[in-house]
């Protein structure tokens, strides 16, 4: 099947924490190319350092803190999920 895919870097600024949870309709890969980051997704927390990655479904409710000394970025790929289901 062919379901939209988007590529983007994601830049977070030192000390940079999204307030509230998020979720997308979509798969989300994230891959640390530098710094250190902590995801919460639902009720868990992982740290993600750089070379790291984490694959999980947007529908969970997720927020990002940049908890490293420097501006952390990640490429973040998005995989839609098919709207008509």
Known sequence: KNFPVDIVILELKKGARRSQIVKTDAYEYKYIISGKVEYQIDNE???LEEGDSLFFDGRLGHKP???GDDTARILVV???LDSDK
Do not use: D, H, M
């Open 65 to 67: 803190a940049n908890i």
């Open 78 to 80: 998005y995989f839609f």
């Open 45 to 47: 927390k992982y740290i």
